[in-house]
């Protein structure tokens, strides 16, 4: 680039070193489009991660993970300067999918089963000759996202936020509008759910 040419915005934050995500924000918080842009290319396979396992459904998680960068670029206002990013972002995630399980619970036609997606193996030669370690692997898994799917709504938020997403209990507060003891509380609780449940696993 010569000294006459200047950057492109997107360039200039690359360029500029100005990666990271608070400063991403203090752009969007100017209505910076492609600022914007650079922090949902970042956060859109965590976010959608993150979904997946509330709601239990990955397909769904698609479109919730669109409808919580919408609310995130709506509500850019609010977010604190100096603030962590992404207890912030993940709060707005998990109302989304909080509001999407209550619409859910209102349907009861639609079966566990068809809501929650299962990412069993397919059949196949590699399959067929390690069929016994691969279906108990299999299984495993199964019971596990099964035991988390019983969880009480606040419990697998305050789990999966803090085994999956590696939160912090002070960033889990955060996303999750409680108490740094409520946090505790709620993935002590889980833990031991959990463990009585996957006991015949152990």
């Known amino acids: 680039m010569s000294e006459q040419e200047e950057p492109t915005p997107r360039e200039a934050i690359a ?9 991403l924000m203090a752009r969007v918080q100017q209505d910076d489009e492609r600022a914007f842009g650079v922090l949902m290319e970042r956060w ?11 709601v239990l459904n990955v397909s769904e998680a698609e479109d919730l993970a669109q409808e919580a960068f919408v609310r995130a670029w709506q509500q850019r206002a609010r977010f604190r300067a100096g603030a962590a990013f992404r207890p912030w972002l993940f709060s707005i995630a998990v109302n989304v999918a909080r509001n999407r399980l209550r619409w859910w619970r209102t349907r009861p036609a639609v079966a566990l089963a068809d809501w929650d997606e299962s990412d069993a193996p397919a ?3 590699s ?4 069929a016994p370690n691969i279906l108990e692997r299999a299984e495993r898994a199964a019971a596990v996202r099964a035991a988390v799917a019983a969880l009480p709504v606040d419990l697998r938020e305050a789990l999966v936020l803090f085994e999956y997403e590696e939160l912090s209990h002070a960033e889990i507060a955060v996303a999750l509008d409680c108490t740094v003891k409520a946090v505790e509380s709620r993935v002590a609780r889980a833990r031991e759910k959990l463990r009585a449940t996957l006991r015949a696993w152990s």
């Open 127 to 130: 399959f067929a000759l390690n």
């Open 15 to 23: 360029v500029s070193g100005e990666s990271d995500d608070v400063a």
């Open 123 to 125: 059949g196949s030669a």
């Open 44 to 54: 859109e396979l965590p976010v959608k991660r993150l979904l997946a396992r509330i």
